[in-house]
DNA sequence: GATCTCATATTGTGATCAATAAATGATCTT
DNA sequence: AAGATCATTTATTGATCACAATATGAGATC
């Protein structure tokens, strides 16, 4: 069959908008979960299908799609219209997402502690650093990105495909608050449990490397809590409807 | 088969096309959970686009939508190929999503008890009065069906909108396979712990509560792995390909 | 000046189409 | 006769189209 895919090459003047078929979507889902944890996307945002597919090259299709399984993941909400958008947190949801963080994180520490090698820890401890370097420059953007690169591979050890999409879920739920959160000036920038929890995992203590966990996500619990109170979560932020997809 | 969604009836001689616009997919997504949680789908079933939305009187797209937010969930995966199926569960699988169970459920059943009211008891009591008329008559399709009932409006009353889906994440992962489960003549029925659940809940007891659930779904769990020892999850069945849409 | 109404524009939804890729079956060769 | 190769069929995927509902804005009315 195989009917000669040809004219991209050879074709001088090719006027052929290069279809490029296959599994685009992967990409898009990818991005927007990256972006998701990353402050890419704002509360309250509204995501147009049109737009985005335009901000991607590609047709309406593949982000409808992976808008789907956003909202299936509850990283996104749809509004009455069929829109999806970013959900605006309660201090109420925040918290019970924050408690069942602590259970499932907690967990999926436990079990990591138990399997932890040498290398896991080297890993673990240079994420940290470039964590530290990033508290150090204010870099917002790097500190979310390798938090949560700590977290996950920390997590990624437990080896469980089932504790993982569920926490990968919260995540994606409370990242967008997280930002925001992080955009304040009050808002403390720590990575003390971080050092716990590695030494903890050196000691091959596996209840006190889930305790360093379960008090770094009460302790960010708490400062995200404690900006939402003062502040209240709803800042108002001007860049709302644009997207920023250089990062 | 023809799944009939509304106003079929009144339209005469309709040579219209019908064209229905308006969110098919929400009666499409709420039919294909409550059919993976009861038996409706069996484990390894390759699911088909077209198969589907012909059985739903559709259109291939809606079902590519609900299909997508399933895997999202982890209800589904897909192929290589990009086709979606019900998943086969490993003995070890089994065994993290109910130790997940264990925590979520355990703990939503805490926060409810402490919201319990008599209305909310007396309606459990309700429902495990049919489940036991279920169990009673050996009717598989009744027993899952209360059971799920039982449960779920229990933890609906713990009112988190961050664990019910979660919650209801696993139990359509491991729906499937409970069905095939309880086709073996030798898996226990029993509904022994919910009565004690409506005992602790009616003394205020909320830790015993957790605990009876907590009962509840280890024992399932380990009924549950001993068929799969004795007989293998993966039984031999025939009817792999086709649906069965009436129950 | 505020509110209600209507027209416009933008959005999501569902259907159809083209094209790729996988699965299936048949034919040919060894 | 058994295995491999190739063609046919069927599957999903991404693009485009038509329609409906919603949100937005301007204009008129009270």
Redesign the pocket.
Known sequence: ?R?D?SEDAGNGGGEA?K?E?????GHVLRYMRRGLMVGAFLPGQV?????L?AGFG?????V??VLSRLVAANALE???????RVPRLSPEKLSDLFAVREMLEGMATELAAKKATPALISELAAINKQLLVAIEKRDILNCLSSNQKFHFTLYEAAASDVLMPLIESLWLQFGPTMYMSLLIPSMPWNASDHEDILAALNEGNASAAKKGIVHDIRTTCKALLSVAGSQGIELPFAQGADLQFDY
């Open positions: 069959m009917i895919k908008p279809k078929r296959g599994h685009v979507h995501m147009s299908l049109r737009k597919a590609t047709s309406p299709m593949p409808r799609e749809e509004t009455k219209g069929g829109s999806v």
